[in-house]
């Protein structure tokens, strides 16, 4: 597959403190690749590094096979950003806004209106054409922002944190919009710390912490990382410690947490757990209100790497 | 294109504000038009004095009571040195006269006798003292000469009495030229509160810390496009500008298309530019809205009220005229004043306004590198 990026040992330093340390990775054609990170773990300070917003010490990037510089305009004009922070001028309508972001890159008239006009169909703001940024509801602001940042119709977009605050709805709509985005070839990098996130939109992921790579792969691949193969929730009303010392004792039981009415047991292996427990359960006669069977998450991978949450 | 119509399209969402300034300049203008001027009308005044006559109330002590009594107005005061101190000082005597025992012998005796006097020290001090001093120089002149008291008396009075006939022979309407200074004293403040206020705001829109972002990662080269936004500032001035002589020429007509009037438009223009390098300052320095709105009043109407937009500079004390030298509407409104005053406009005559020009020029290369220095220091920084 075609390279579209490749960062080589890049460093970023903020005097002593390293925000970015020796990161290296690859992003290929029509891809969505994800940055997840908790908050400060150096997603945004790599974002803004490749697109030359930022200096580094250390390392090199190169977009489209040119090495990425301040004055690379024939780079950026291949280039679409949305930051996580909206970008738009409040005395300017929906249509004005995009029209402006939009010239920056084309000059053609013709070309721009029809630009715009698709990019305005494609995030389902058409009827808040005339509208001015206050005016518009949180999701809407977003949905603009998006617009702002692609009418150019570029081959690589960055998208730092785009569903930061959003209302599910236009969560769920921006999450579409970007689907539309890489059926149409465009590769795409995806930073967010929302797990949920990356696994529904990306086809690699890479687990940033402290400015490192600690993991990168499919979501599937990061998954066995975990070395957890189900997890299964149980809200219990009452629970003898004979009963929770037998669970224990499970072979293909990893671990057993209670925590007030909740009682949470990982497995090593994924075979029939389920069954096996609620049979159990039965047997010695311990009432459950809800009992369900989950796959480890992304969340599970970052605690086994860091032993930390994601959103802590 | 693109960047330059955005301009635009940001300025007329701020036309009412624009209009606002405008319409105060109208106003302004207009009560101008029809309020009288005074600037070639004498006014006669007299000053307060009291006389303290130490000496007979005869011959030529006499003639110089009933002299200063004719000329000044006398004030009863109580007959003691603290109720005359009291009177100093609450501005009811601006000068008190001491006329000591023996001073109508001194005189006739050709002796120069001390005359002491206490005075509050302003216009109307001085104005006593003059009168007095021209009294005291005409009896100088004749002690010489006479010898006998009452045709020293006699030629005193009639040479007092001659008076000095003023003609001034004008080619200037000078009314119309200080409604002209007034209309242009006004302007400064229309002009820095339009051009400073709408160019900060706009600038503001475009160096929001984001909208800024999207524009560097653009394909657009950044200096190209920063030089578009400082060229359509420049020419929004401009518009300001020949707004306010548009303006200017309704109120006043023909009084504009001369040599004088061409220099008030010119010095304006100046001022108008200074203005631009203002804003442009303001905004490297300050990016948020609420902020800009609040500095910039500070900035026109502080300037305004200390340099004599709104009222004669004659009227301001010294301090606050000394305060406003670093002001470049000092030196703006300074022109105007020295424009409408001036009899004659030749190379002598206009070279203050010229210095005045230059200085204002100073303003703003000033402005311009501190704003450069500023971008610099951020650049290294970022």
Redesign the interface.
Known sequence: MKKVIEVKNLSKYYKELKAIDDLSFDVYKGEILGLLGPNGSGKSTTINCL???LNFQNGSIKIFGKEMK??S??L??K?G?I?Q????????TVY?NI???C???I?DKNMRKKYVEEVINLVEIKEFKKFYPKQLSGGLLRRLNIA??IAHKPELIFLDEPTVAVDPQSRNNILSGIKKLRDNSATIIYTTHYMEEAEILCDRIIILDKGKILAQGTSDELKKLANIEEKITVEVKDLSDKVLEDIKNIDEVDSVVLSQNLLVITYRKGKNNLENLIDYLKKNKVTYSKIFSERPTLNDVFLELTGKELRD | M??FK?FW??II??KGTILLYTILLVVFGTLNMASNDTSTVFVDSKPNILIVNNDVYEGVTKNLIDYLQNNTNIVEVEDNEEARDDALFYRDVNYIIYINEGYRDDVLNGLNPVIDIKTTGDYQASLAQMILEKYIKVQNSYLADITDENELIAAINNNLEEESKIQINSTVDTATTSRLARYFNFASYSIMAAVIFIICLVLS?FH????N?????????YRK?NQLILASSFLYSVIVWILYVVLGVILFGDALFNLRGFIYILNTFVFTFCALTIAILISTLVKNKDTVSGIVNVVALGSAFLCGAFVPTELLPDTVLNIAHVLPAYWYINSNELLASIEAINFNTLQPIFINSLVIIGFAILFIVINNIILKKKQIVG
């Open positions: 697109l030359s917003l301040p004055d305009y024939d950026k004009r280039i950003v930051f922070e909206v970008a738009v001028f409040e005395e300017l004005e029209d402006y972001f010239g920056l890159y000059k702002c940042g | 693109t960047v955005t399209k940001v969402k701020y829109s929001e810390k984001t909208v972002k999207r524009i560097i990662i653009s394909s657009m080269n496009h």
